[in-house]
Structures are given as C-alpha cells and as structure tokens.
C-alpha cells in the first residue's frame, strides 16, 4: 500500500519559516518524480515545486528564492524548506509521487497545513 505522509506544517508569522517533509512507503521512491502543491481557501490546488528522480528541480514563480526543495533517497523522503514566508503562503501543502516510467501511477498525501499569521 502506498503512503505519502506529510508533516511540518503550522502556525507562524510573516517572514518566519518551516519546513515540510513526506515520507514515501510502498513505492520505489528513486523511479519517482516528487513534487510539492498547495491549495488555498477557494482557490485551486497549484503546484510549488518538483525534483524529478535524477535531481532536476524546478519552482513556481512565486516561491522562487524563497523555498527549496530536496530529496533523500535513503530515507524515502522529500522535504520543502520554505523561508521568508508570506500570507500568501497560507494553504495546504501537499505531496506527490508520479512513477517516472509511467505517469499514470501518482500519489497523493493527506496534505499539511501551513498558516502565515501574525
């Protein structure tokens, strides 16, 4: 059974930061792409940030130079460094596996919430 189980998420004010990981069980996490998204109150779910299986990493505009993404293979996890944060960045986070040879297998977490409040 595949689980993706997020944690990190919280409470902080403007300018603080956090730092969010999943945790990947029940897949071959190296063959997997892994990627961040967030979804905001009557918003749609957008995606953050990626780091494929081979360690290429993009970002969306709006947490470039804010947020990092990184990946540990040994420990089947994938974390997002997020600094500098913004209300704006108030959302649930959530967490993706895509199989790289296949796209069609993806996972999804439970998602962590992150509220940006002074």
């Known amino acids: 059974q595949v689980q993706l189980v997020e944690s990190g998420g919280g409470l902080v004010q403007p300018g603080g930061s956090l730092r969010l990981s999943c945790a990947a069980s029940g897949i071959l996490f190296s063959m997997y792409d892994m990627g961040w998204y967030r979804q905001a109150p009557g918003k749609q779910r957008e995606r953050v940030a990626g780091i494929t299986s081979g360690g290429m990493i993009n970002y969306a505009d709006a947490v470039k130079g804010r947020f990092t993404i990184s990946r540990d293979n040994a420990k089947n996890t994938v974390y997002l460094q997020m600094n500098s944060l913004e209300p704006e960045d108030t959302a649930v986070y959530y967490c993706?596996?895509?199989?790289?040879?296949?796209?069609?297998?993806?996972?999804w977490g439970q998602g962590t919430q992150v509220t940006v409040s002074s």
């Open positions: 993706n596996a895509r199989f790289r040879v296949n796209p069609a297998y993806a996972y």
